[in-house]
């Protein structure tokens, strides 16, 4: 198991940039393929991005690609989202996610550490 914890969220206007981090507990960090979610009320919570164990390859959702950026610093046991040209459709809960699984995991039950979340708000 790995705790994660979340930060840097906060309020923007459309069009600005966050940075979202996610810090991970343990020594097996590595081991680790990484996700990024999120979830507004009353709807499922949803893929943003994932990327390898090494940080060799990411993916993305369709509606975030070109715009965010997920990338990870396995010595800081840290895995960071870049958002830039933020949209008032990117508010919403986001959180981070560990998996172990092997291949393009984006389903929430594929992934079984989890962070606490981090709000993102975005204003028009």
């Known amino acids: 198991q790995v705790q994660l914890v979340e930060s840097g969220g906060g309020s923007v206007q459309a069009g600005d940039s966050l940075r979202l981090s996610c810090l991970a507990s343990g020594r097996t960090f590595s081991s680790y393929a990484m996700g990024w979610f999120r979830q507004v009320p009353g709807k499922e919570r949803e893929f943003v991005a994932r990327?390898?164990?090494?940080?060799?390859?990411?993916y993305y959702a369709e509606s975030v690609k070109g715009r965010f950026t997920i990338s990870r610093d396995n010595a800081k046991n840290t895995v960071y989202l870049q958002m830039n040209n933020l949209k008032p459709g990117d508010t919403a809960v986001y959180y981070c996610?560990?998996?172990?699984?092997?291949?393009?995991?984006?389903?929430?039950?594929?992934?079984?550490?989890w962070g606490q979340g981090t709000q993102v708000t975005v204003s028009s």
């Open positions: 990327i390898s164990r090494s940080g060799t390859i990411s």
């Open positions: 996610a560990a998996t172990q699984m092997v291949g393009t995991t984006t389903a929430t039950t594929a992934y079984d550490n």
